[in-house]
């Protein structure tokens, strides 16, 4: 199969640093390689990924200053790299993307991969009547309301690439953005409590982070709390490797929250809030702990050093396995042919 995958223009694709979205594509991208698929994937110049790949801008633009005609550019530039290259199917994870397709006879799918509203509801909504929707949770789906989902298909990782830990550091971790929809404050509170370090690897570009940094966050640091900054994606693993747990107090719902899997793939237990796709991530009591308060996300920390990091890698390696992820991408492209040659007859 001819599969031509269009990446966001913001991040390259794999991600140097923060980028869930962008990891994700990586790995589906390999993994369809690796499958025995051709893939063209369309991001920027300097993506790394090794596979095809075509581009409109030679570096990522980043997620500050970003704008409709940017991206507009970018699939304009996409579609007329893939559309002579007559793929089977286009898997499209821009926003402009799904809209601008229609014009060309080729069966296309996109991934939504933020919530489904505000401006974003009404633009799905349209997009649905005649692209296949992929939600990245069931959590994710339930919130869509009237959109019609295709298909609920989870992320996956290389669980081989990420090192087996025996949380030696003894530390909890957060690791994402330096936002309040994350928790980062509500991290150290807990790791305060629980009188165990914390070490904060987060991504702080944006004005709004540091205003919530400063304000938030920095007032907390000390006598164990401590931040690292931005990681890369190596010094990333080798924190959740050495980590006792990852404490991931999201305070939104969050589609999905790759870092929670990545996590389990070295091994590492989460501890984590209810909200979003926490509940289907995380198995209670066998790769980590749901809990909604200070004192019980506490508690869990602690209990997490009981759990076997043996047995978490093995459901990482089960349940997120990039075979998997593939697979079910499959399954939908499949479907989705079908659909647009029954539509075409």
């Known amino acids: 199969m001819r599969i031509a995958i269009i990446a966001p223009p913001w991040v390259p694709v794999p991600p140097p640093a923060y980028g ?7 790995a589906l991208a ?5 499958a025995g698929h051709e893939v063209f994937l369309y991001a920027t110049g300097d993506s790394t990924c090794p596979v095809r790949t075509g581009f409109t801008f030679e570096r990522a633009l980043g997620t500050v200053s970003t704008g409709a005609a940017s991206e507009l550019a970018h699939v304009v530039g996409a579609y007329e790299a893939i559309v002579p290259w007559a793929p089977d199917i286009v898997h499209d994870h821009t926003l402009a993307g799904p809209v601008y397709a229609e014009r060309f006879d080729l069966p296309v799918v996109t991934t939504n991969h933020g919530p489904f509203e505000g401006e974003l509801r009404a633009l799905y909504r349209v ?3 005649t692209v296949p929707i992929v939600a990245i949770s069931h959590r994710q789906a339930e919130l869509a309301g009237d959109i019609p989902i295709a298909a609920v298909i989870h992320h996956g ?8 830990g025996e949380g030696e550091g003894g530390y909890a971790l957060f690791l994402g953005r330096m936002s309040p929809d994350k928790g980062v404050h509500t991290a150290a509170l807990v790791a305060r409590d629980a009188g165990v370090p914390l070490r904060i690897a987060a991504k702080m ?3 709004s982070e540091h205003e919530y940094f400063a304000t938030q966050v920095a007032p907390l640091l000390g006598d164990g709390i401590e931040y690292l900054g931005e990681v ?4 990333k693993r080798e924190l959740l490797a050495g980590a006792r747990c990852l404490l991931n107090p999201i305070a939104w719902e969050e589609p999905f929250g790759i870092v929670m899997v990545e996590a389990m793939a070295c091994g590492t237990p989460v501890v984590a809030t209810p909200r979003g796709s926490v509940p289907e991530l995380v198995e209670e009591g066998v790769t980590g702990f749901v809990r909604s308060s200070i004192d019980g996300l506490a508690a869990a920390v602690h209990a997490a050093g009981e759990l076997d990091r043996t047995v978490i890698r093995k459901v990482a390696a089960e349940r997120f396995s990039i075979e998997r992820m593939v697979a079910d991408h499959l399954a939908l492209y499949r479907r989705a042919i079908a659909r647009h040659a029954a539509r075409a007859a």
């Open 157 to 164: 990782v290389d669980v081989d690439a990420y090192p087996a």
């Open 20 to 26: 869930g979205t962008e990891a994700s594509l990586d």
């Open 232 to 235: 890369d994606r190596f010094r």
């Open 30 to 34: 390999r993994g369809l390689v690796a």
């Open 127 to 129: 997009v649905g009547r």
């Open 205 to 207: 570009r944006e004005p």
